[in-house]
């Protein structure tokens, strides 16, 4: 069973149905984007990257990593956007502060989705236990699909928690 926090999940709830990235979020992820490329997508204006890219670069994180069922895609979308607003392009010892802030922000951010859905691991949100992958293919997506997966409604929820921390923590270039 995940643990979740009722009160952060009431409010992040309401505050997707608000939340002009979570809505377009879970709209791509309706038009057959995957997780990942569904919240990097939401973002596309703030990453300055052409989509096409943007989509390649974030295809493989679907699924879990590939249907691995490992991170969340969503998650996984919402550390990608990260990177490219705040992340570190310094390596070794002088970029060591640039990097452990930056890992913070990660850890704050998937801390702050787990409260929500109870982890960030695919197979135990989509309630797979310990299975591991799934085969490659994914399902046709039809309306059995939506509705027996929590997946719109995560997406929407990464989204969410990515567009106020963005709103919160204004970054060099971020047209937010």
Not at 77 to 95: I, K, R, S
Not at 116 to 129: K, M, P, Y
Not at 150 to 167: D, F, N, S
Request: net charge negative; with cysteine.
């Amino acid at each position: 069973m995940l643990s979740i926090d009722e009160h952060k999940a009431e409010y992040w709830l309401e505050k997707l149905e608000a939340s002009p990235r979570g809505q377009r979020a879970m709209g791509f992820f309706l038009e057959g984007y995957n997780c990942t490329q569904a919240v990097t997508l939401a973002f596309s204006d703030l990453i300055g990257m052409d989509e096409k890219t943007l989509l390649r670069m974030s295809s493989s994180f679907g699924g879990g990593m590939g249907r691995l069922r490992e991170v969340c895609g969503a998650v996984s979308g919402m550390f990608l956007v990260a990177g490219f607003l705040y992340g570190y392009d310094t390596p070794g010892a002088a970029g060591q502060q640039d990097k452990a802030a930056h890992y913070a922000r990660i850890q704050e951010l998937a801390g702050e989705y787990r409260a929500v859905n109870g982890s960030i691991v695919c197979r135990e949100l989509l309630g797979l236990g310990t299975s591991g992958a799934d085969a490659p293919t994914p399902e046709p997506r039809t309306a059995e699909y939506y509705k027996k997966r929590p997946c719109g409604q995560v997406i929407g929820i990464a989204a969410a928690i990515m567009e106020q921390y963005v709103a919160e923590h204004p970054c060099e270039g971020n047209l937010a």
